[in-house]
């Protein structure tokens, strides 16, 4: 597989934005393993090589490459860890606690770690990925339905991917009334009404992507099920990836004018 680079990218929602991160880095071949730990006296998560230092306090997890992947060991008692991928929005796995050896199937991912009352996050850098060659492929034809990135409806499941596709977490999607104002063009466009995007919504599930039954939540009990499940379909099969953003409207930013400059105040004439 090559080598893996871990790196300490900070903390998850920092709320401290003064104090200073170590980005601590560390590279690790096949066979190799790093031990990423936390030290109370610095508050900052340090990667040290594994060798005897499973049992020391503050241990997190242990990071282990593999011939063609590399693996999590989770050093919790209580606590999951979940690990996203950098390359595609909306993609991650879980880590139950003490579960060992845990394989990762992301390149390049970010190791989430909870660690007193604070939330760290290690960056791992794994290698260029490996393919067959086009001609060992069993089938070229996609087995996925084919959608239409002209329509209307591919630009409201954009919109409604776009949050995951940003790297906020996974579970963020848009309100109906989010995406009517993420798809308005500009003054000369007219906005796309309630009815038409929950019709484009409710196309989506129950005739492209077929979510209905798969979603389990067709009781009605919950209104947004269909926003969740095509999210999730669309994503997960990369049907919708960071290329298809270029297709909703550019976020105007208006900058703010000058105030206008203050005229000197005169000061009234004394009465004589």
Same mark, same amino acid.
């Given at each position: 597989m090559g080598n893996l680079i871990?790196?300490?990218?900070g903390w998850y929602a920092e709320d401290e934005p003064d104090?200073?991160?170590?980005?601590?880095?560390?590279?690790?071949? &096949?066979?190799?393993?790093a031990l990423i730990r936390y030290d109370r006296r610095t508050d900052a998560? *340090?990667?040290?090589?594994?060798?005897?230092?499973?049992?020391?306090?503050?241990?997190?997890?242990?990071?282990a490459g593999h011939p063609g992947h590399w693996s999590v060991t989770n050093l919790h008692a209580e606590d999951t860890y979940f690990v996203e991928n950098m390359e595609r929005g909306?993609?991650?796995?879980? $880590?139950?606690?003490?579960?060992?050896?845990?394989?990762?199937?992301? &390149?390049?991912?970010?190791?989430?770690?909870?660690?007193?009352?604070?939330?760290?996050? $290690? #960056?791992?850098?794994?290698?260029?990925? *490996?393919?067959l060659a086009a001609a060992a492929a069993?089938?070229?034809?996609? #087995?996925?339905?084919?959608?239409?990135?002209?329509s209307a409806y591919f630009r409201v499941l954009v919109a409604?991917? &776009?949050?995951?596709?940003?790297?906020?977490?996974?579970?963020?999607?848009?309100?109906?009334? &989010?995406?009517?104002?993420?798809l308005r063009g500009g003054p000369r466009t007219p906005p796309m009404s309630r009815a038409a995007v929950n019709h484009h919504i409710n196309y989506l599930a129950t005739e492209k992507l077929q979510v209905t039954e798969w979603a389990g939540a067709a009781d009605g009990k919950r209104s947004y099920w269909k926003r969740e499940a095509v999210v999730a379909m669309a994503l997960r099969s990369g049907l919708v990836d960071e290329r298809h953003l270029g297709l909703l409207p550019q976020r105007l930013s208006c900058p703010q004018r000058p105030a206008p400059p203050r005229r000197p105040v005169r000061s009234p004439l004394p009465r004589r």
């Open positions: 871990l790196q300490f990218a104090r200073p991160a170590t980005h601590e880095r560390r590279e690790i071949g &096949e066979g190799d393993r998560l *340090s990667v040290l090589p594994a060798d005897r230092r499973r049992g020391q306090p503050g241990s997190a997890a242990v990071v909306g993609e991650f796995v879980k $880590v139950p606690p003490r579960r060992k050896d845990f394989p990762i199937p992301f &390149e390049l991912a970010r190791l989430v770690l909870p660690v007193a009352r604070r939330i760290g996050v $290690v #960056n791992v850098y794994g290698p260029e990925p *490996s393919y069993s089938d070229t034809a996609s #087995n996925w339905p084919r959608l239409d990135e002209r409604l991917c &776009e949050p995951q596709l940003r790297g906020y977490p996974p579970g963020a999607v848009p309100t109906t009334a &989010e995406v009517i104002d993420r």
